[in-house]
């Protein structure tokens, strides 16, 4: 592999390296801050792509849907964008040549490829971070469906409490199940904000009643989402990625239990459950995967 750069565009950071022979020699993060508009964000990616030295391509995994061509963005929910040809203004500026794909669909790729899918055959990719996305090998091939929208499990509602997610519905998953969703549950009853899931996650290891309170919550509605997932797919392992997995390592016990109990049959094995061990690099290993690959192309 040539020096390809992946960027994972997340709605709260941007993550970006560049591999050279399957390894990251070098990072970077950046705040997304959609809230000072698009324009300021393509700045940025046009700045990270200029900063990539003899970078020969560049693959993006964005939280949204992407065309067949891999160039063009039909919607991102969580960045309020809508039919944005990303990859055209990102070349036209920067003479490197840009794909784009869905940035759970490249993380399932990646933990394929290099990480805890690698030799499953039948297995999901949850990513937990400001949203909740997904990716599915199905048959050994990563499952995209008839127009790209193959598994937006983020959207599935799986709650009754009225909380409305950013595509317009009530109850989705990722309104109970990401990051933004645990800290927005604990500031609601603390005296003190958090910023952070992990400052919950240390709460929590450290017995404090809101943390208990809320972690107990999100586990729940964690355990529900995937019990639905396994009733669907029968995977034979569940890999969880995103800023949510780095801290799940400390409950996955509490969750493993939870889907035992939910599950559909008690006589099957139930699905692993597993922490990637690209940690919160699979984004960044998936959107290189798919520069090369499309670069050989």
């Known amino acids: 592999m040539g020096r390809v750069l992946g960027i994972d565009l997340g709605g709260t950071s941007v993550k970006y390296g560049i591999l050279h022979e399957d390894r990251i020699i070098s990072r970077g993060v950046v705040p997304t801050e959609i809230e000072k508009g698009t324009p300021q ?55 490197v040549e840009v794909f784009l794909d869905n940035d759970a669909n490249l ?39 008839s127009h790209g929208l193959g598994f937006e499990v983020g959207h599935m509602r799986i709650g009754y409490e009225g909380i409305p997610c950013t595509c317009g519905r009530q109850d989705c998953f990722e309104v109970y199940s ?22 919950i996650f240390d709460g929590y290891q450290k017995k404090d009643p809101l ?19 396994i009733n669907l797919f029968d995977p034979q392992r569940i890999v969880f990625a995103g800023g949510v997995s ?20 008690k006589a099957l094995p139930r699905a692993e459950l597993m922490i990637s061990s690209l940690e919160n690099d699979a984004g960044i290993y998936g959107g290189a995967l798919l520069a090369e690959a499309m670069r050989k192309g």
């Open 246 to 265: 780095l801290g799940l390592n400390l409950v996955l016990g509490e969750l493993e239990k939870r889907v035992e109990q939910r599950k559909f049959t």
């Open 178 to 199: 990401s990051a933004t969703a645990l800290v927005r549950h604990y500031n609601e009853r603390a005296p003190l904000p958090v910023r952070e899931a992990r400052e």
């Open 211 to 229: 943390g208990i309170q809320s972690m107990d919550w999100y586990l729940d509605h964690l355990a529900d989402g995937v019990v639905n997932l």
């Open 107 to 145: 993380a399932a790729l990646a933990e394929q490829q290099a990480g805890l899918l690698k030799g499953i055959n039948n297995g999901i990719l949850l990513t937990l971070g400001t949203g909740v996305g997904g990716g599915v090998i199905l048959g050994g091939a990563l499952y995209r469906g």
């Open 41 to 95: 964000l393509i700045e940025k990616l046009k700045g990270i792509i200029r900063s990539g030295e003899n970078v020969s391509a560049v693959g993006i995994g964005v939280p949204g849907i992407v065309d067949e061509t891999q160039k063009f963005i039909y919607e991102c929910k969580n960045l309020f964008w809508k039919e944005i040809p990303l990859a055209r203004w990102l070349e036209e500026a920067t003479g």
